[in-house]
């Protein structure tokens, strides 16, 4: 049997489903959530390298990534920056056109400058799978790591002789990217070498046992110390912290200085001016892709799969519509009103029978006076209900009856 009390929370609860999809990833998520503020103090500036999702919390495309995004976080935390923009928020839509975005989702790998320039920013062209979206993010680590033999040991030790050194001793060729994000977190204060298991006179100097090993020189005569801890990004970055302090990341805000100019305005003017055109060709491009992913998403909720592995990173039209482009006004759909069941009998014929389906009520108190109206909360819950309704009319969506 069918509950009314329970229909009734059910249909409460779906009118909270609009402002859940506001993102699509939780405060929760490893997933480091930026906007067009925050980006150039915690991707432009950054030290590491990062890699940017720009999406819509509706694109179906952009869901499908999510679980895979996420775990791309998991495998890169604290190697590289994995970091989304919501481009559906309208405060976000200058920077979104600023940035290129022509369709959702967009990837984009933003690697550091050199000497604290601007960074280079690519798009990511890969598959959409953790493992290939990962790969291609730590082969854009910086690589800060000299390597060192037998030849060359005596003159790296010599040279900056008052510097911190760290040498990795390891029985691989090629520099992890743990390594290189060390590198990269001490560059400036710790010079970071890796040396090969072949080179037998480094190996007998330092009296290096097993692999990998990593022993730190403090500089000058100072002994070294070898780590005897596990190869995790945290415990060498402590133990490292002995002889110097990380690199800050994100770097430390400026102060603002109470100084201003006419050099300053028209600078501010000419930002506004070009933010109001990107976010102008933006929306457009937004609306265009936002009307391809409705049409072609032919899947329910019950019946939508993740995206195959092998599915290439694209956008469904990643065309920009142009300002010239004449187009003609379309008004939106009247949002269908939803039925009423006035008798007992009509109920248990639409939702209490054995046939019948599932329904989602909004439940009113009748009315002794025709002509009265509804209190704020019930108006409130039918204008979300119908809200609810009329989106999943327009995308030929089956849910439940609505009453």
């Known amino acids: 049997m069918v509950h009314i009390n329970t229909l009734a929370a059910t249909a409460a609860s ?101 000497k604290g320039g601007k960074p280079t920013v690519e798009d990511y062209q890969g598959q959409r799978t953790a493992k290939a979206i990962v790969d291609a993010v730590v082969e854009k680590i910086p690589n800060h790591v000299t390597r060192v033999t037998d030849a060359s040991l005596e003159k790296w030790l010599k040279d900056k002789n008052e510097t911190a050194k760290a040498i990795l001793f390891s029985e691989q060729g090629k520099t992890s990217a743990l390594l290189r994000a060390l590198a990269v977190d001490f560059l400036g204060s710790i010079e970071v070498a890796q040396v090969r298991s072949k080179d037998s006179a480094a190996i007998e100097m330092f009296g290096v046992t097993s692999y990998p090993s990593l022993v730190l020189l403090p500089g000058g005569d100072r002994e070294g110390i070898l780590y005897s801890g596990e190869m995790k990004k945290e415990a060498l970055v402590q133990f490292l912290s002995a002889v110097a302090t990380p690199n800050p990341d994100p770097a430390p805000a400026k102060p603002k200085s109470g100084k201003s100019s006419t050099k300053d305005g028209k600078k501010a003017s000419k930002d506004s001016q070009k933010a109001a055109k990107d976010s102008s060709s933006f929306s457009k491009a937004s609306l265009s892709h936002a009307s391809a992913d409705s049409s072609s998403a032919k899947a329910t909720q019950t019946t939508e799969t993740l995206v195959d592995d092998n599915y290439p990173t694209e956008s469904p039209n990643p065309n920009v519509v142009t300002e010239d482009a004449q187009k003609p006004i379309v008004l939106p759909d009247a949002a269908p009103t939803i039925s009423s069941l006035e008798t007992e009998a009509e109920l248990q014929k639409a939702c209490l029978g054995a046939k019948s389906s599932t329904c989602v009520l909004a439940l009113i108190a009748a009315q002794s006076d025709a002509d009265a109206t509804l209190s704020a909360p019930a108006t409130a819950a039918l204008a979300s209900l119908g809200e609810i309704h009329h989106k999943h009319a327009q995308r030929k969506g089956k849910l439940f009856p609505f009453y």
């Not at 990837?107 to 550091?112: G, N, S, T």
């Open 14 to 114: 779906l009118s909270l489903l609009t402002p859940a999809l506001a993102s699509l990833y939780s405060k929760s998520s490893p997933v480091l959530q930026v906007d067009g503020n925050s980006y150039d103090r915690l991707i432009a500036k950054s030290n590491h390298t990062s890699i940017v999702e720009f999406y819509a919390p509706w694109c179906g495309h952009c869901k499908s990534l999510q679980p895979a995004y996420e775990k791309v976080a998991k495998n890169l935390k604290g190697l590289a920056k994995v970091a989304a923009v919501n481009c559906d928020e309208e405060s976000n839509k200058p920077f979104c056109g600023s940035m290129g975005v022509q369709g959702f989702p967009t990837l984009k790998i933003v690697r550091p400058g050199k």
